[in-house]
């Protein structure tokens, strides 16, 4: 009796969950965009005599099943819980929870990267610094593991190998060594970047690297809405969020936004309330990611202006910067050729600060 | 398509067994037969065509053989299926293989073929081939009704990875199965079981094998974690795919032989091959090595028949040369132990069994190494012979991160498991009747997770 009860409950239970999932696969509501790991979903492919007998249609319908599965989050949680928890693997998809913070486990170091990115600067370099009075710097932004890595035994890419190596390769830029100002605490627990709040350090070490002295006084904002970072949603995992505070002040204010991001000038401001409220608030320092943008300063304390090659995170410090200087414009050579630059800065005597950080380098493939 | 996909879970089984279950008996042969065109085209559109030819080939050869039989037209019959499905498999698996090495020999430059293998060629030719052989020799009768002999050949459950059916096995039950509660029941368990192998060991065991063939920084200890992962990683592949096979199976009605029993718990090589892979083993020795002579034949033609059925056992799990140096090195240890070690190792169980785990992950480093250079390298490294440290950071960092898995791998690789559950089961069955369908029911969510998330999730054999 007890066994045919047995038999009887592992058929239903089996079958429900079958059948359960296949239903609401099949019928249930469907997104097109991934909130947590920030990419558009696979779409129902087309079904015809060439996509059969040519396999996409299958490949694509795999990709397609897995990427509208019910609860798909809450499944990726699950596996994320029992990688960590009861198998204690380090990783997961590369990813791990140390001391509350999330992070990538960056292991191997590419010197095929950072060749490229090297290659990448030195085009700009040669093609537009060389002959001009500009003054060009270089400072590289270490990334959580490099912090979480150095407190316990986890395996870690060899970052004093990194910046020696970017900066025998670049060495007609002066290295400026932000290394030593930087903590963990610096970083916010669910995301990749450094807290803005928690760098006014940095802005002033970089800015007295390059003869200015940025000391403004902010007034630390916080948004209103919690902020679940980038490693949140790879990870899947229920973390608390994170608070985003940012620096704001008058002279910030009074600053003239400009996005090149379509080809066309548009206005913009520092602090995008927009993006704030949107799928990753981080967007908010400087409308997020964009080819070419300028911030102009009609309070400078100097007519200098600055150019930041950069990544994301010279997002969030550019506004610690632009009280000494009249303009600076960022520019990220992942969106836009760096041959393209010319057309909209003409290189003279400004500053011109290369700000990138060990993931960008180590993974500099899109740099163009 | 896998068995561990979401496509074949929750979108192509929830459909075969609708329609399986509502069609009337004299049906569902029909229905398993399409479905598994469907299954089998899903990864292999093109060629649906060639199993089809292969099985037409096999279906008019089957009755040719009975028509004729006692007659020289039956044994032409026999000889032309064994020449249209070796031909098909030589043509497809090993052509690019000999043309290689005729051009590395004589220095000529034949260009290659180039030919995708078809997925699961290699069983379903078995398959046709014990077929044509049984009613030839008068084991079955030729079966007349084609469907029936298709749905034999592309059933899906053991159609890509095995266990090799034969059709001796299943004739009956192609015509009379029993269809049950209880045995749905078990066929559930026995897949969830194979679907938890493949997802938790196997798959994770692969990632530990594919850190060290990527590493530039080996270690002695790396060299031994590898050999010991991936042994176990292509254990757990392999039988987790044949009970995913087996309990398929039994919700369909059939009964498939077992495939696996427990190799690493042997204590000679003798033994293990006598509980591992145990349809290709039996199918060697009842096609091959019986017609050969088996050792009923003197000294010198008994070694050569284990040296031609190794060889081939070899070649037919991949063509290239460290598959066939693979199976003569099984050759080699059998005929060890037939001409010296049996009676000690047979004595000395202990020591057997630690002979035995040294000569298998030995085995499938050669088997699994992409060249010999590494295997060789990877051997001389696990013996300190290449001059390589002991461990490094890396090396227990891996260790440190895979060690659950490699200690329940190890666990799950004896029959302590299964012993455990039926002591549970003894003493309190009430227990175990409700902890049964949860563990079906969490490993089944568990997996769907792990599914959701991974896309590492390529079958071992699934080109052999």
Redesign the interface.
């Given at each position: 009796m007890?066994?045919?009860?047995?038999?009887?409950?592992?058929?239903?239970?089996?079958g429900v969950?079958?059948?359960g999932?296949?239903l609401w696969?099949?019928f249930g509501s469907k997104g097109d965009f991934s909130e947590s790991e920030r990419r558009v979903l696979a779409k129902l492919p087309e079904a015809n005599a060439e996509t059969?007998?040519?396999?996409k249609f299958?490949s694509d319908?795999?990709n397609y099943?897995?990427d509208h599965?019910p609860m798909?989050d809450t499944?990726?949680g699950?596996?994320?819980a029992?990688v960590l928890g009861?198998?204690?693997?380090?990783?997961t998809?590369g990813l791990y929870i140390q001391d509350g913070y999330l992070a990538k486990a960056e292991t191997e170091l590419s010197d095929e990267m950072l060749s490229h990115a090297a290659e990448r600067f030195q085009h700009i370099y040669d093609t537009f610094l060389k002959d001009t009075d500009t003054n060009v710097y270089f400072s590289i932004v270490p990334d959580k593991h490099y912090f979480l890595s150095e407190e316990s035994?986890?395996?870690s890419l060899d970052y004093d190998r990194l910046v020696s190596e970017m900066k025998s390769k670049t060495k007609y830029m002066e290295y400026i060594d932000i290394f030593p100002l930087l903590s963990i605490e610096d970083y916010y627990r669910t995301d990749t970047h450094w807290r803005q709040e928690n760098i006014t350090d940095v802005a002033a070490a970089i800015g007295s690297a390059m003869g200015v002295n940025p000391d403004a006084d902010y007034v630390t904002l916080e948004l209103d809405k919690p902020f679940y970072g980038v490693y949140y949603g790879q990870l899947?995992l229920p973390v608390k969020a994170d608070t985003l505070y940012y620096l704001n002040n008058s002279t910030l204010d009074e600053c003239t936004v400009t996005s090149y991001n379509t080809g066309l000038p548009v206005e913009k401001s520092v602090y995008d309330m927009e993006k704030a409220q949107g799928r990753d608030p981080y967007e908010m320092f400087l409308c997020g990611a964009d080819p070419l943008i300028t911030i102009e300063n009609p309070n400078a304390k100097t007519d200098k202006e600055l150019v930041i090659f950069r990544d994301s995170f010279g997002s969030s410090l550019a506004p610690l910067l632009v009280e000494e200087y009249s303009k600076i414009t960022l520019v990220d050579i992942r969106y836009m050729q760096s041959g393209a630059i010319g057309s909209f800065v003409q290189f003279e005597n400004q500053d011109v600060l290369f700000l990138y950080s060990t993931l960008i380098l180590n993974n500099s493939l899109a740099m163009k | 398509m896998l068995f561990s996909s979401i496509t074949f879970l929750y979108y192509f089984f929830p459909i075969v067994l609708i329609l399986y279950f509502a069609a009337p008996k004299m049906l569902k042969n029909a229905v398993l037969l399409l479905t598994s065109l469907v299954f089998y085209g899903w990864g292999e559109p093109k060629y649906v065509f060639l199993m089809i030819i292969s099985i037409i080939c096999g279906y008019i050869c089957g009755l040719l053989i009975e028509k004729y039989k006692g007659k020289a037209q039956s044994k032409i019959a026999l000889i032309a299926s064994c020449i249209i499905s070796l031909g098909m498999l030589g043509y497809f698996k090993y052509a690019d293989f000999f043309i290689d090495n005729f051009n590395a020999v004589t220095g000529l430059s034949v260009p290659l073929l180039k030919l995708a293998l078809p997925i699961g060629i290699s069983f379903y030719t078995f398959q046709i081939l014990s077929y044509t052989v049984d009613v030839y020799r008068g084991s079955v009768p030729a079966q007349r009704n084609p469907i029936n002999l298709a749905a034999y050949v592309t059933m899906f459950p053991q159609l890509i990875a095995g266990p090799i059916v034969r059709y001796s096995d299943v004739a009956k039950q192609l015509d009379e199965r029993t269809h049950s509660i209880d045995k749905s029941a078990e066929g559930i368990k026995r897949f969830v079981c194979g679907l938890s192998k493949k997802i938790f060991i196997a798959n994770i065991l692969g990632e530990l094998a594919g850190l060290f063939l990527a590493t530039e920084q080996q270690s002695v200890l790396f060299c031994w974690m590898y050999a010991a992962a991936y042994s176990l990683q292509i254990y757990f592949d392999f039988s987790g795919y044949s009970d995913m096979a087996i309990g398929l199976g039994k919700i369909l009605g059939f009964d498939f032989m077992e495939n696996f029993n427990y190799p690493y718990i042997s204590s000679s090589v003798t033994e293990f091959w006598r509980r591992w892979h145990i349809s290709l083993g039996s199918w060697f020795r009842d096609y091959v090595y019986i017609p050969l002579g088996g050792n009923r034949v003197s000294k010198l033609k008994w070694f050569r028949n284990i040296f031609i059925v190794w060889m081939l056992t070899g070649f037919w799990h991949g063509a290239d040369w460290n598959f066939i140096v693979w199976g003569l090195y099984f050759a080699f240890f059998l005929i060890l132990e037939k001409l010296y070690l049996g009676k000690f190792l047979s004595k000395y169980k202990a020591v057997g069994h630690c002979y035995v785990l040294l000569a298998v992950m030995i085995s499938f480093v050669i088997f699994g190494a992409p060249d010999f250079r590494l295997a060789f390298e990877c051997i001389k490294g696990m013996f300190g012979m290449a001059g390589l440290p002991i461990a490094t950071a890396e090396t227990l960092h891996y260790l440190r991160s895979y060690a659950v898995i490699i200690v329940l791998a190890v666990i799950g690789a004896t029959p302590l498991p299964k012993k455990l559950y039926a002591m549970a089961e003894k003493k309190s069955a009430a227990i175990t009747a409700i902890a049964e369908p949860v563990a079906i029911v969490v490993l089944l969510l568990l997996s769907t997770a792990y599914l959701v998330d991974g896309s590492f999730n390529p079958f071992l054999y699934f080109r052999f």
């Amino acid at each position: 009796m007890k066994y045919s009860f047995k038999n009887i409950a592992s058929v239903i239970g089996a079958g429900v969950i079958v059948f359960g999932f296949s239903l609401w696969g099949l019928f249930g509501s469907k997104g097109d965009f991934s909130e947590s790991e920030r990419r558009v979903l696979a779409k129902l492919p087309e079904a015809n005599a060439e996509t059969i007998f040519s396999g996409k249609f299958m490949s694509d319908f795999e990709n397609y099943a897995l990427d509208h599965f019910p609860m798909r989050d809450t499944f990726r949680g699950i596996k994320s819980a029992s990688v960590l928890g009861f198998f204690r693997q380090k990783e997961t998809n590369g990813l791990y929870i140390q001391d509350g913070y999330l992070a990538k486990a960056e292991t191997e170091l590419s010197d095929e990267m950072l060749s490229h990115a090297a290659e990448r600067f030195q085009h700009i370099y040669d093609t537009f610094l060389k002959d001009t009075d500009t003054n060009v710097y270089f400072s590289i932004v270490p990334d959580k593991h490099y912090f979480l890595s150095e407190e316990s035994s986890r395996l870690s890419l060899d970052y004093d190998r990194l910046v020696s190596e970017m900066k025998s390769k670049t060495k007609y830029m002066e290295y400026i060594d932000i290394f030593p100002l930087l903590s963990i605490e610096d970083y916010y627990r669910t995301d990749t970047h450094w807290r803005q709040e928690n760098i006014t350090d940095v802005a002033a070490a970089i800015g007295s690297a390059m003869g200015v002295n940025p000391d403004a006084d902010y007034v630390t904002l916080e948004l209103d809405k919690p902020f679940y970072g980038v490693y949140y949603g790879q990870l899947a995992l229920p973390v608390k969020a994170d608070t985003l505070y940012y620096l704001n002040n008058s002279t910030l204010d009074e600053c003239t936004v400009t996005s090149y991001n379509t080809g066309l000038p548009v206005e913009k401001s520092v602090y995008d309330m927009e993006k704030a409220q949107g799928r990753d608030p981080y967007e908010m320092f400087l409308c997020g990611a964009d080819p070419l943008i300028t911030i102009e300063n009609p309070n400078a304390k100097t007519d200098k202006e600055l150019v930041i090659f950069r990544d994301s995170f010279g997002s969030s410090l550019a506004p610690l910067l632009v009280e000494e200087y009249s303009k600076i414009t960022l520019v990220d050579i992942r969106y836009m050729q760096s041959g393209a630059i010319g057309s909209f800065v003409q290189f003279e005597n400004q500053d011109v600060l290369f700000l990138y950080s060990t993931l960008i380098l180590n993974n500099s493939l899109a740099m163009k | 398509m896998l068995f561990s996909s979401i496509t074949f879970l929750y979108y192509f089984f929830p459909i075969v067994l609708i329609l399986y279950f509502a069609a009337p008996k004299m049906l569902k042969n029909a229905v398993l037969l399409l479905t598994s065109l469907v299954f089998y085209g899903w990864g292999e559109p093109k060629y649906v065509f060639l199993m089809i030819i292969s099985i037409i080939c096999g279906y008019i050869c089957g009755l040719l053989i009975e028509k004729y039989k006692g007659k020289a037209q039956s044994k032409i019959a026999l000889i032309a299926s064994c020449i249209i499905s070796l031909g098909m498999l030589g043509y497809f698996k090993y052509a690019d293989f000999f043309i290689d090495n005729f051009n590395a020999v004589t220095g000529l430059s034949v260009p290659l073929l180039k030919l995708a293998l078809p997925i699961g060629i290699s069983f379903y030719t078995f398959q046709i081939l014990s077929y044509t052989v049984d009613v030839y020799r008068g084991s079955v009768p030729a079966q007349r009704n084609p469907i029936n002999l298709a749905a034999y050949v592309t059933m899906f459950p053991q159609l890509i990875a095995g266990p090799i059916v034969r059709y001796s096995d299943v004739a009956k039950q192609l015509d009379e199965r029993t269809h049950s509660i209880d045995k749905s029941a078990e066929g559930i368990k026995r897949f969830v079981c194979g679907l938890s192998k493949k997802i938790f060991i196997a798959n994770i065991l692969g990632e530990l094998a594919g850190l060290f063939l990527a590493t530039e920084q080996q270690s002695v200890l790396f060299c031994w974690m590898y050999a010991a992962a991936y042994s176990l990683q292509i254990y757990f592949d392999f039988s987790g795919y044949s009970d995913m096979a087996i309990g398929l199976g039994k919700i369909l009605g059939f009964d498939f032989m077992e495939n696996f029993n427990y190799p690493y718990i042997s204590s000679s090589v003798t033994e293990f091959w006598r509980r591992w892979h145990i349809s290709l083993g039996s199918w060697f020795r009842d096609y091959v090595y019986i017609p050969l002579g088996g050792n009923r034949v003197s000294k010198l033609k008994w070694f050569r028949n284990i040296f031609i059925v190794w060889m081939l056992t070899g070649f037919w799990h991949g063509a290239d040369w460290n598959f066939i140096v693979w199976g003569l090195y099984f050759a080699f240890f059998l005929i060890l132990e037939k001409l010296y070690l049996g009676k000690f190792l047979s004595k000395y169980k202990a020591v057997g069994h630690c002979y035995v785990l040294l000569a298998v992950m030995i085995s499938f480093v050669i088997f699994g190494a992409p060249d010999f250079r590494l295997a060789f390298e990877c051997i001389k490294g696990m013996f300190g012979m290449a001059g390589l440290p002991i461990a490094t950071a890396e090396t227990l960092h891996y260790l440190r991160s895979y060690a659950v898995i490699i200690v329940l791998a190890v666990i799950g690789a004896t029959p302590l498991p299964k012993k455990l559950y039926a002591m549970a089961e003894k003493k309190s069955a009430a227990i175990t009747a409700i902890a049964e369908p949860v563990a079906i029911v969490v490993l089944l969510l568990l997996s769907t997770a792990y599914l959701v998330d991974g896309s590492f999730n390529p079958f071992l054999y699934f080109r052999f």
